[in-house]
Nanobody, 128 residues
Framework: QVQLVESGGGLVQAGGSLRLSCAAS????????MGWFRQAPGKEREFVVAISWSGDNTYNADSVKGRFTISRDNAKNTVYLQLNSLKPEDTAVYYC?????????????????????WGQGTQVTVSS
């Protein structure tokens, strides 16, 4: 089975930054598209950012575009989420997720149903 483990969450003031990491094991990481989702108290889980298996394409939710950046290091089986200019409304549990990406196929990277593997999440709290 594929396992994903997030780390790097914490408490930060508004305007601050954090870098989240997601370490993968048990599968072929280099063939996985990877994404980050988040779930705030009382809200549904929502898409944040995603990256293709090659790293050539990234996708961003409008709410975080220009502030959050996803990247990956396939040699380390790790995907990162750089969080900048954090706002209190960014407070949520952030989840790493992945799916096996087949060449030549179309994917809705912003949709939960595309993802097969999920981490347990890491808490990000932004104080006002």
């Amino acid at each position: 089975q594929v396992q994903l483990v997030e780390s790097g969450g914490g408490l930060v003031q508004a305007g601050g930054s954090l870098r989240l990491s997601c370490a993968a094991s048990g599968g072929t990481f280099s063939s996985y598209a990877m994404g980050w989702f988040r779930q705030a108290p009382g809200k549904e889980r929502e898409f944040v950012v995603a990256i293709s298996w090659s790293g050539d394409n990234t996708y961003n939710a409008d709410s975080v575009k220009g502030r959050f950046t996803i990247s990956r290091d396939n040699a380390k089986n790790t995907v990162y989420l750089q969080l900048n200019s954090l706002k209190p409304e960014d407070t949520a549990v952030y989840y790493c997720a992945g799916f096996h990406q087949r060449s030549g196929s179309y994917y809705d990277y912003n949709e939960i149903y595309e993802y097969d593997y999920w981490g347990q999440g890491t808490q990000v709290t932004v104080s006002s």
